[in-house]
């Protein structure tokens, strides 16, 4: 079965600093991966999506950008974060017939 | 942006109560999904509907989807304080090549009293 796991857990980081999220699957092979975040108390914003290494889409222009180094590694990357990228972030698994699976998430507060 | 949006925002029912949440989209879709998300806590994959059926049923949860109104609902039956949490609809269109793409609503706040 598949499993997916993110880190770091929480994060807490000033504003301006750099930021990387990693996250890792198991039990599958050339998966979609995707990154969303989600603001406090509200619902989920598809940031990135990616079909396979390399292979990167992105859904909203921001101060974020995404990385594919490996087939069941995806990235979340910023080089100067803002106060606005404080949030739940989630990577997920997916493919055309199979239910999505969540990783645990990052919270990440932006001071 | 955001495809599919729940109704109604916040519900709040008495334990043993049936709770009925509403999700409508706006695209063609391959199959829409309910999830549960405790407060701050990650998603958990409730059930998936594919756009060819019209019902499902898991346990104490029945969805039914519309394709020609693009809606769906989310029924639990018997509610029980421990389904207090955020459901969030989401569909998969197909995205740039063969991507399925996950599009979340807004989602339902539902708080089930003793």
């Known amino acids: 079965s598949q499993t997916i796991h993110q880190w770091p857990a929480t994060l807490v980081q000033p504003v301006g600093s750099p930021l990387s999220l990693e996250c890792t699957v198991e039990g599958t092979s050339n998966p979609n991966l995707y990154w969303y975040r989600q603001a406090a108390g509200r619902g989920l914003q598809l940031l990135f999506y990616s079909v396979g290494i390399g292979q990167i889409s992105s859904e909203v222009p921001q101060n974020l950008s995404a990385s594919r180094p490996q087939d069941r590694q995806f990235i979340l990357s910023s080089k100067k974060l803002l106060l606005s990228d404080s949030g739940f972030y989630l990577c997920?698994?997916?493919?055309?017939?199979?239910?999505?699976?969540f990783g645990p998430g990052t919270r990440l507060t932006v001071l | 942006s955001q495809q599919g949006e729940e109704d109604p925002q916040a519900l709040s029912i008495q334990e043993g109560e049936n709770a009925t949440m509403n999700c409508s989209y706006k695209t063609s879709i391959n199959n829409l999904q309910w999830y549960r998300q405790n407060s701050g806590r990650g998603l958990v994959h409730l059930i998936l509907?594919?756009?060819?059926?019209r019902e499902k049923h898991s346990g104490r949860l029945r969805v039914t989807l519309d394709t020609s109104k693009k809606s769906s609902s989310l029924l639990i039956t018997a509610s029980r304080a421990a389904d207090t949490a955020s459901y969030f609809c989401?569909?998969?269109?197909?995205?740039?090549?063969?991507?399925?793409?996950?599009?979340f609503g807004t989602g339902t706040r539902l708080q089930v009293t003793l």
């Open positions: 509907i594919r756009s060819n059926e």
């Open positions: 989401a569909t998969d269109a197909i995205g740039a090549g063969t991507a399925s793409k996950l599009t």
């Open positions: 997920a698994w997916s493919d055309y017939r199979a239910p999505s699976l």
